[in-house]
């Protein structure tokens, strides 16, 4: 006995200290206290992105508003908080824009304002496609670019003065010319938009800032909700849009268009003027973009500078794979080079092409590399999966540390001490009708703060029949023992169910940012989770009911003395597991931090690295 006393003693010691070095380890700390809050079905506002009621959103918004107003002097902060991203219409975006542009007045000389600007305002101008864009192709996007919206002047004068502003100061900078461009083209004022592209093209450099809003926004998030998963720093990450590619696509067809026109004229060299400038673009754009799209977007313009040379007759589009007119447009653009008497030109060109080759290997053997699950080098379902574990664990040791804390209290009643039970008919019927007013009220509650579990609603209505059944027992006195039984077995239903809804709520949060991160990934394993929870507690009660049945000892003593007995002991090993989880979680998530850091960084270096290659591709 005094050994079981010590093993007991020993478990609970073990699991006290680990709480406690947990709650004094920053790194462990603020995973105990998000977990916590979970089980205590606290709202997270970070884990639902992109699923919010306009209540919710609401709530989010002026939680960052203020947290902006204690840090007026940060400018990532103030153009985070400038940025609306929950929604992606027109009127939103042009809300953004006004609001980032008047952060000028407060951040003056600052280049990443007007870069952000122009890629909010491109989400409304980026609809604006000249028609002349379909002599690239035959029977291509003619139809879609005739139909496109008509360019609105007022704002295509306020972007170009944006990107004059961001030439200004950034001049080394070929982004910002580049935007330029695409507004002058969309204004027709096709020979200053040549010039601003070629202005592009001589730039070392090419920055778009979006980094800046990026890094502001998950600095904004802690400082207005504290730190959370990197599951949620990912979701605000991939959330971010780049509408300006879309323009910049447009600027590099229009271009290509004046070029052809120009060869057409009898004038090859200002056509091969024009076309050098596009590559130029494309290569700066694959070799510093700072995300995987971006150098995408510039292996495409490279490649549509080679269209139709020297006016050449459009290929039809769809006519081959993407791969075969690549090769074929590469095999006519250097005997164009040869005919025109700039065959020294074909060397760089066969460079830049095994450049392009090599980034778009990369990418696809970096995501290649990547097991299902895994994001940009985030393990999204491991993680996922040890906050779910450890929510679940926590959990189940609150619930069984409550029911140890009643077995002791109903233990220590005098009656309960001389090795009897009350046992008549009013503890029946007030039990059976509390436990069916608490039933009504779970099912009350669970609905306003969402639809709980299926198996919650069984569990539930499993309880209230039950509860009736021994109320109707204690009301006629008839089989005492099986009425007991009843009244056990439906507070055990009604525990499961409270349990279920809260470990399901929980849960749901990760859930459903994981299937959002990573589309058509099954987590059942997830929902499986929370009858784990539920098994614990209720099982216990059950067994217990069961076994005093069969020993003939009343139930409210059996099962008051064995929660007494075991739950704390379970409660402490629960929490011992939660610790040690929350130790696996806090590595997994230092981890996490530093890609999302990386991806951020240069996106292109990362999914470089994952494929064991070196960025930029060297030539």
């Known amino acids: 006995m005094n050994r079981e006393i010590r093993v007991k003693q020993w478990i609970a010691g073990a699991a006290i200290g680990l709480t406690a070095a947990l709650l004094i380890w920053p790194s462990t700390r603020w995973i105990v206290g998000a977990q916590a809050g979970y ?27 203020r947290a902006a107003e204690r840090r007026p002097d940060d400018l990532q902060i103030q153009l985070a908080n400038a940025a ?18 008047a952060l000028a ?70 982004y910002f010319p580049a935007m330029a461009s695409a507004a002058l083209f969309a204004l027709h004022r096709d020979a200053e938009a040549l010039d601003a592209l070629k202005r592009a093209a001589a730039r070392p450099t090419w920055r778009e800032y979006f980094d800046d809003e990026v890094r502001g926004r998950l600095r904004l998030i802690d400082a207005a909700f504290g730190a959370g998963s990197a599951l949620a720093r990912l979701g605000v990450a991939c959330a971010t849009l780049f509408p300006e590619y879309a323009m910049l696509r447009s600027t590099s067809r229009m271009a290509v268009v004046q070029a052809v ?19 130029q673009i494309g290569i700066r754009m694959l070799d510093n973009s700072h995300i995987v799209i971006g150098s995408l977007v510039g292996v495409a313009i490279w490649n549509v500078a080679m269209a139709r040379p020297g006016g050449a007759p459009p290929e039809r589009a769809g006519t081959s794979g993407a791969e075969q007119r690549r090769t074929r447009t590469l095999d006519a653009y250097r005997a164009y080079l040869t005919q025109i008497g700039h065959a020294g030109d074909i060397s760089n060109l066969d460079a830049e092409a095994q450049v392009c080759q090599e ?13 299902a699950g895994v994001l940009a080098g985030v ?32 233990t220590r009643r005098p009656v309960i001490r001389a090795g009897s039970a009350p046992d008549n008919r009013r503890i029946a019927m007030l039990g059976g009708a509390a436990i069916v007013c608490l039933a009504a009220a779970c099912v009350v509650t669970a609905y306003r703060a969402g639809a709980p579990p299926p198996w919650s609603l069984g569990l539930l209505a499993a309880s209230g029949l039950l509860a009736i059944l021994a109320t109707c027992m204690g009301a006629i006195g008839a089989l005492r023992g099986f009425r007991n039984l009843a009244l056990c077995f439906a507070g055990s239903a009604l525990l499961g169910a ?9 849960i749901s949060p990760f859930v459903r940012i994981v299937t959002g991160i990573v589309p058509g990934l099954k987590v059942y394993w997830a929902y499986a989770g929370g009858c784990v929870v539920v098994a614990l507690p209720v099982l216990l009660i059950c067994v217990l009911g069961i076994v005093s049945r069969r020993c003939r000892v009343p139930i409210l003593l059996g099962v008051a003395r064995g929660l007494a007995g075991i739950a704390g002991t379970i409660a402490a090993c629960l929490l011992i597991c939660f610790g040690i989880l929350a130790v696996f979680t806090s590595r997994l998530e230092a981890y996490n931090r530093v890609t999302i850091e990386r991806a951020i960084d240069n996106e292109p270096a990362l999914y470089a690295s994952l ?7 060297r030539r």
């Not at 491109?122 to 604006?128: G, P």
């Not at 409270?498 to 929980?506: C, N």
């Open 261 to 279: 026109r120009a060869e057409q004229a009898g004038r090859p060299e200002e056509g091969l003027a024009i076309r050098r400038c596009v590559q």
């Open 359 to 371: 980034g778009r290997s990369i990418f696809q053997a970096g995501i290649a590399a990547q097991p």
């Open 84 to 101: 609306d991203t929950g929604s992606t219409s027109e009127d939103t975006s042009q809300a953004n824009v006004a609001r980032i542009r």
């Open 611 to 617: 494929a064991g290659k070196h960025w930029p591709v």
């Open 105 to 174: 007045s407060r951040f003056p000389g600052r280049a990443s304002i007007y870069a952000n600007a122009l890629r909010w305002a491109a989400t409304s101008l980026a609809r604006s496609h000249r028609p002349e864009e379909s002599e690239l192709t035959a029977g291509g996007s003619g139809a879609k670019a005739a139909a496109s919206e008509p360019p609105d002047q007022a704002a295509l004068a306020a972007f170009l003065q944006d990107a004059a502003e961001g030439e200004r100061l950034d001049p080394d900078n070929g």
């Open 39 to 65: 089980t205590a079905l606290r709202s997270d506002p970070l884990l639902p992105i992109g699923d919010q009621t306009p209540a919710e959103r609401k709530s989010w918004l002026q939680e960052e508003s």
């Open 379 to 410: 393990d999204c379902v491991t993680t996922a999966m040890l906050w779910t574990a450890g929510i679940l664990a926590l959990s189940g040791a609150v619930w069984m540390g409550l029911l140890a804390l009643a077995g002791g209290y109903i």
């Open 498 to 506: 409270v349990i279920s809804w809260q470990a399901g709520a929980a």
